[in-house]
T-cell receptor, first 115, second 111 residues
Framework: DTAVSQTPKYLVTQMGNDKSIKCEQN?????MYWYKQDSKKFLKIMFS???????INETVPNRFSPKSPDKAHLNLHINSLELGDSAVYFC??????????????FGPGTRLTVL | DQQVKQNSPSLSVQEGRISILNCDYT??????FLWYKKYPAEGPTFLIS?????DKNEDGRFTVFLNKSAKHLSLHIVPSQPGDSAVYFC??????????FGKGTRLHILP
């Protein structure tokens, strides 16, 4: 009965590969997010989508491309993986566009390790 | 540029006592503040929030205090319980709808 789910939970891959992380929420929320938790433990927003439209796009390399096929899904595709991409990536969702004042519900995270 | 700072990476508190987690921010445009709790191998879960028009918000054992002039907020947990052992993230947002998180404080509740 997971509210926000991510797959895979762990991802180990070689530099230069292309990989995707999937996120699904069954809460009926309109807004979804991707966050990166780096080695210094900061949780930084990368993207947010509202009803399949890109709302927030932080300074993220264009190797990262979010895709939202419908409002319940927000996938993250990463091209040409680099060592510095190793991190834990969290997906989140919130009910409305004003996501900052809405409770955000987080997925369990995907630990990406680039070798 | 750390707009939200949690200067204590960890804190140990005896079970039953009060836990006080602190957070400072630099951006005076922030108008909403949140605390999230995170267990290992899980995503953060929302705990409590406060709008900048208030100076206190209470929910059961959890109280958040906001001191706007000092740009400081704190989370009080009383009484502390073993299940409170987790990492606590302070977060803040302004009109741009982005939430900025601190680095987190690991709370250990000692038996």
């Amino acid at each position: 009965d997971t509210a926000v789910s991510q797959t895979p939970k762990y991802l180990v891959t070689q530099m230069g590969n292309d990989k995707s992380i999937k996120c699904e929420q069954n809460l009926g929320h309109d807004t979804m997010y991707w966050y990166k938790q780096d080695s210094k433990k900061f949780l930084k927003i990368m993207f947010s989508y509202n009803n399949k439209e890109l709302i927030i796009n932080e300074t993220v390399p264009n190797r990262f491309s979010p895709k939202s096929p419908d409002k319940a899904h927000l996938n993250l595709h990463i091209n040409s993986l680099e060592l510095g991409d190793s991190a834990v990536y969290f997906c989140a969702s919130s009910p409305a566009l004003a996501g900052a004042t809405d409770t955000q519900y987080f997925g369990p995270g995907t630990r990406l390790t680039v070798l | 540029d750390q707009q939200v700072k949690q200067n204590s990476p960890s804190l140990s508190v005896q079970e039953g006592r009060i836990s006080i987690l602190n957070c400072d921010y630099t951006n005076s445009m922030f108008d909403y503040f949140l605390w999230y709790k995170k267990y290992p191998a899980e995503g953060p879960t929302f705990l409590i929030s406060i709008s900048s028009i208030k100076d206190k918000n209470e929910d059961g054992r959890f109280t958040v205090f906001l001191n706007k002039s000092a740009k400081h907020l704190s989370l009080h947990i009383v009484p502390s319980q073993p299940g409170d052992s987790a990492v606590y993230f302070c977060a803040a947002s302004g009109r741009d709808d982005k939430i900025i998180f601190g680095k987190g404080t690991r709370l250990h509740i000692l038996p």
